[in-house]
């Protein structure tokens, strides 16, 4: 870890291990990113250097400030699109964890004029009344490359996440919020579920969908047990990796 100040060892281990599983759990390829608000300066976040999330290990955890610049200079590439992290940080001060992916059953209802991605399942509650799709294009124009690369974007896409747990980003990918970052690999993995039920019930007719309070309801007890999910998934990761 490459950090100015004391950062709790667990706390990096716990975002190791969540850039593996999110590997392992095919929402992270070679590209997307995991986070963690710093827990002793909530003014910063702990993200790795520019790497496959799979190859990351301690060494590679950064510090950053909420303008999205490294604590400690350094020659390491970063992530373009840290600035993602650094806005919703400032904007969410529930927000302790952020998962940014590019995960494929998700992609459709980014680009999707008519469906939404709403919860169709128990473990998707979190989606609460659907998630929103934030379009580039309202702030940057019709030119962009759709990366968040500066500040500015970030805000904008903090402000389309609103108080949601998940964002879509049109023709791009999907950014997940949480209070942990357990909570947020959970609701990342779960994300891409329901994005695949959604699009299979699509096939069979109109969708009964949970509705806001059966969505709070299934939310509040599953994530009550989001220790259950994650040392299954850490278990797996760490089989693979050995
Ligand atoms: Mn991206």
Same mark, same amino acid.
């Given at each position: 870890?490459?950090?100015?100040?004391?950062?709790?060892?667990?706390?990096?281990?716990?975002?190791?291990?969540?850039? /593996?599983?999110?590997?392992?759990?095919?929402?992270?390829?070679?590209?997307? *990113?995991? !986070?963690?608000?710093?827990?002793? *300066?909530? $003014?910063?976040?702990?993200?790795?250097?520019?790497?496959? &999330?799979?190859?990351?290990?301690?060494? $590679?955890?950064?510090?950053?400030?909420?303008?999205?610049?490294?604590?400690?200079?350094? /020659?390491? %590439?970063?992530?373009?699109e840290?600035f993602l992290h650094a806005e919703i940080? #400032?904007a /969410?001060?529930?927000?302790?964890?952020i998962?940014h992916?590019?995960?494929?059953?998700?992609? &459709?209802? !980014?680009?999707?004029?008519?469906? #939404?991605? #709403?919860?169709?399942?128990?473990? !998707?509650?979190?989606?609460?009344?659907?998630?929103p799709?934030f379009d580039i294009?309202d702030t940057?124009?019709?030119? =962009?490359?759709?990366l968040i690369?500066?500040r500015e974007l970030g805000a904008a896409l903090a402000k389309s996440l609103d108080? *949601?747990?998940?964002v879509l980003m %049109?023709?791009h990918?999907s950014t997940?919020?949480? &209070?942990?970052?357990?909570?947020?690999?959970?609701?990342?993995?779960?994300?891409?579920?329901?994005? /695949?039920?959604?699009?299979?019930?699509?096939?069979?007719?109109?969708?009964?969908?949970?509705?806001?309070?059966?969505? $709070?309801?299934?939310?509040? !007890?599953?994530?009550?047990?989001? $220790? %259950? &999910?994650?040392?299954?998934?850490?278990?797996?990761? #760490?089989?693979?990796? =050995?």
């Amino acid at each position: 870890m490459n950090a100015s100040s004391l950062v709790d060892p667990s706390l990096v281990q716990e975002l190791v291990d969540a850039n /593996r599983i999110l590997y392992n759990e095919g929402v992270l390829d070679a590209f997307g *990113h995991v !986070s963690a608000r710093h827990d002793k *300066h909530r $003014d910063r976040f702990l993200l790795a250097a520019n790497l496959a &999330p799979a190859l990351v290990g301690p060494d $590679d955890i950064l510090e950053f400030d909420l303008d999205g610049s490294p604590v400690v200079d350094t /020659r390491r %590439r970063l992530y373009v699109e840290r600035f993602l992290h650094a806005e919703i940080y #400032r904007a /969410r001060p529930d927000v302790m964890a952020i998962v940014h992916s590019h995960s494929v059953a998700v992609l &459709p209802f !980014s680009v999707s004029q008519r469906a #939404r991605l #709403r919860p169709v399942c128990h473990m !998707s509650g979190f989606l609460g009344s659907g998630a929103p799709v934030f379009d580039i294009r309202d702030t940057a124009g019709p030119a =962009t490359d759709l990366l968040i690369r500066d500040r500015e974007l970030g805000a904008a896409l903090a402000k389309s996440l609103d108080r *949601h747990a998940v964002v879509l980003m %049109r023709g791009h990918g999907s950014t997940v919020v949480a &209070p942990s970052i357990r909570l947020a690999v959970y609701r990342a993995v779960y994300t891409e579920v329901n994005a /695949r039920v959604q699009l299979q019930a699509e096939q069979l007719g109109p969708i009964t969908f949970l509705t806001v309070e059966e969505a $709070d309801a299934t939310a509040e !007890s599953n994530e009550a047990n989001v $220790d %259950r &999910p994650w040392l299954l998934w850490q278990a797996k990761a #760490r089989l693979g990796s =050995t």
